[in-house]
């Protein structure tokens, strides 16, 4: 629920900080893309917290390999994402990469959701919330885009 969170409070306040204040934030894709990079803050950050990151390799399925560096390169690249999200002229290029790995991490959810993982000590989101989620999280980030 917190990248939930993160990308609608973070666009709603960005997105009024640009109509009260902030010339460079009065439009939608800036402030969308601004929700969507503290959304994957919030989400690539948790990558490198030891006991996170044992949680997030259980999630990788079992027919990939080396499940600590994959979740290494999947914060790596989630938090340069971020990044790329806030710098103008990086940002479309920056919301697509993030688009397709969202795409690339999917099987990962399946997989924890259907094995009964959890996240810090809570059920995985259901596969079928889940699957809602990944969807409106991609189309964002395909919005943010173009």
Known sequence: MAPLIA???GFAVLRLLGLFA???LDAWQPALRGGLALMFATTGVPHFIPS???EFA?????????PALLVTLTGVLELAGAGGLVVPPLAPFAAGGLALLMLAMFPANVSAARRGL???GKPV???????????LFVAAAVAAAV
Do not use: C, H
């Open 7 to 9: 990308l609608v409070g």
């Open 58 to 66: 259980a999630m990788v399925p079992p027919a990939f390999p080396r």
């Open 125 to 135: 989101t259901p596969l079928p919330a889940r699957t809602a989620l990944q969807a």
């Open 118 to 120: 959890t996240l810090a």
């Open 22 to 24: 902030v010339d460079g």
């Open 52 to 54: 996170w990151r044992r």
